[in-house]
Protein backbone atom coordinates (compact mmCIF):
# COMPACT_ATOMS: atom_id res chain seq x y z
CA UNK A 1 0.00 0.00 0.00
CA UNK A 2 1.06 3.06 -1.04
CA UNK A 3 2.18 6.32 1.74
CA UNK A 4 -0.27 9.13 0.64
CA UNK A 5 -3.39 6.22 0.11
CA UNK A 6 -5.02 6.16 3.57
CA UNK A 7 -4.85 10.35 3.74
CA UNK A 8 -6.30 10.45 -0.02
CA UNK A 9 -8.74 8.02 0.76
CA UNK A 10 -10.30 9.72 4.45
CA UNK A 11 -9.93 13.18 2.35
CA UNK A 12 -12.03 12.20 -0.72
CA UNK A 13 -14.55 9.90 1.92
CA UNK A 14 -15.18 13.58 3.71
CA UNK A 15 -16.57 15.17 0.82
CA UNK A 16 -20.47 15.83 0.78
CA UNK A 17 -22.01 12.77 -0.96
CA UNK A 18 -18.97 11.02 -1.55
CA UNK A 19 -18.14 7.47 -1.61
CA UNK A 20 -15.74 4.51 -2.83
CA UNK A 21 -16.31 2.16 -6.07
CA UNK A 22 -14.03 -0.15 -7.70
CA UNK A 23 -14.94 -0.50 -11.41
CA UNK A 24 -11.59 -1.48 -13.15
CA UNK A 25 -9.64 -2.56 -10.10
CA UNK A 26 -8.48 0.70 -8.83
CA UNK A 27 -10.46 3.02 -6.43
CA UNK A 28 -12.51 5.36 -7.38
CA UNK A 29 -14.00 8.22 -5.45
CA UNK A 30 -17.75 9.24 -6.86
CA UNK A 31 -19.84 11.77 -6.31
CA UNK A 32 -23.80 11.54 -6.02
CA UNK A 33 -26.56 11.33 -7.27
CA UNK A 34 -24.80 11.25 -10.57
CA UNK A 35 -22.25 8.98 -9.86
CA UNK A 36 -19.47 11.51 -11.12
CA UNK A 37 -15.49 10.54 -10.97
CA UNK A 38 -13.73 13.00 -8.73
CA UNK A 39 -10.42 11.54 -7.98
CA UNK A 40 -9.24 7.78 -9.05
CA UNK A 41 -6.05 5.93 -7.77
CA UNK A 42 -4.38 2.88 -6.95
CA UNK A 43 -3.60 1.36 -3.57
CA UNK A 44 -0.36 0.38 -4.49
CA UNK A 45 -0.06 2.92 -6.97
CA UNK A 46 1.37 6.77 -6.16
CA UNK A 47 -0.91 8.22 -8.66
CA UNK A 48 -4.18 9.78 -8.31
CA UNK A 49 -6.31 11.44 -11.68
CA UNK A 50 -7.96 14.30 -11.06
CA UNK A 51 -10.04 16.98 -12.86
CA UNK A 52 -8.79 20.26 -13.47
CA UNK A 53 -10.10 23.06 -16.33
CA UNK A 54 -7.99 23.31 -19.52
CA UNK A 55 -6.24 26.40 -17.90
CA UNK A 56 -5.32 24.58 -14.81
CA UNK A 57 -4.10 21.38 -16.55
CA UNK A 58 -1.50 23.22 -18.96
CA UNK A 59 0.01 25.06 -16.00
CA UNK A 60 -0.05 22.22 -13.78
CA UNK A 61 1.39 19.68 -16.30
CA UNK A 62 4.81 22.57 -16.07
CA UNK A 63 5.50 20.64 -12.67
CA UNK A 64 7.41 18.02 -12.28
CA UNK A 65 5.19 14.44 -12.11
CA UNK A 66 2.21 16.04 -13.19
CA UNK A 67 1.17 14.87 -16.72
CA UNK A 68 -2.35 15.03 -18.73
CA UNK A 69 -4.61 12.03 -17.75
CA UNK A 70 -4.37 9.36 -20.48
CA UNK A 71 -7.55 9.31 -22.36
CA UNK A 72 -8.79 12.03 -20.27
CA UNK A 73 -6.66 15.06 -20.51
CA UNK A 74 -9.07 16.74 -23.44
CA UNK A 75 -11.52 16.71 -20.72
CA UNK A 76 -8.85 18.50 -18.38
CA UNK A 77 -7.82 15.85 -15.69
CA UNK A 78 -4.23 14.75 -14.84
CA UNK A 79 -2.04 12.34 -13.26
CA UNK A 80 -0.26 13.14 -10.30
CA UNK A 81 2.55 11.18 -9.21
CA UNK A 82 2.49 11.66 -4.96
CA UNK A 83 6.28 10.99 -5.12
CA UNK A 84 7.18 14.16 -5.61
CA UNK A 85 6.70 16.16 -2.63
CA UNK A 86 5.65 19.40 -4.19
CA UNK A 87 2.86 17.19 -5.37
CA UNK A 88 1.98 15.28 -2.41
CA UNK A 89 1.65 18.28 -0.35
CA UNK A 90 -1.01 19.87 -3.19
CA UNK A 91 -2.88 17.05 -4.06
CA UNK A 92 -5.87 17.38 -1.41
CA UNK A 93 -6.18 20.95 -3.02
CA UNK A 94 -6.07 19.00 -6.21
CA UNK A 95 -9.24 16.97 -5.19
CA UNK A 96 -10.70 19.29 -3.41
CA UNK A 97 -10.87 21.65 -6.99
CA UNK A 98 -11.50 18.04 -8.99
CA UNK A 99 -14.29 17.60 -6.11
CA UNK A 100 -15.59 21.51 -7.05
CA UNK A 101 -15.68 21.05 -10.82
CA UNK A 102 -17.73 18.22 -10.93
CA UNK A 103 -20.58 19.04 -8.61
CA UNK A 104 -20.80 22.34 -10.24
CA UNK A 105 -19.22 22.65 -13.84
CA UNK A 106 -18.06 26.26 -14.80
CA UNK A 107 -21.14 27.30 -16.96
CA UNK A 108 -20.14 27.56 -20.34
CA UNK A 109 -20.24 30.80 -21.31
CA UNK A 110 -22.03 32.15 -24.39
CA UNK A 111 -21.02 34.08 -27.33
CA UNK A 112 -23.03 36.72 -28.35
CA UNK A 113 -22.42 38.11 -31.67
CA UNK A 114 -21.85 42.20 -32.04
CA UNK A 115 -24.61 43.92 -34.17
CA UNK A 116 -22.60 45.82 -37.05
Not at 19 to 37: A, H, L, Q, R, S
Not at 42 to 54: F, H, L, P, R
Not at 74 to 94: C, K, T, Y
Amino acid sequence: MNSHFPTIQAHCLSKPNAYEDYPWGDTVWKVKPKDKIFCFGGVDSDKITVKATQDEQAALTQLPGIVPAPYLARHGWISVDLAEPQNAEMALELIDRSYELVVSPPKKSKVHPQPS
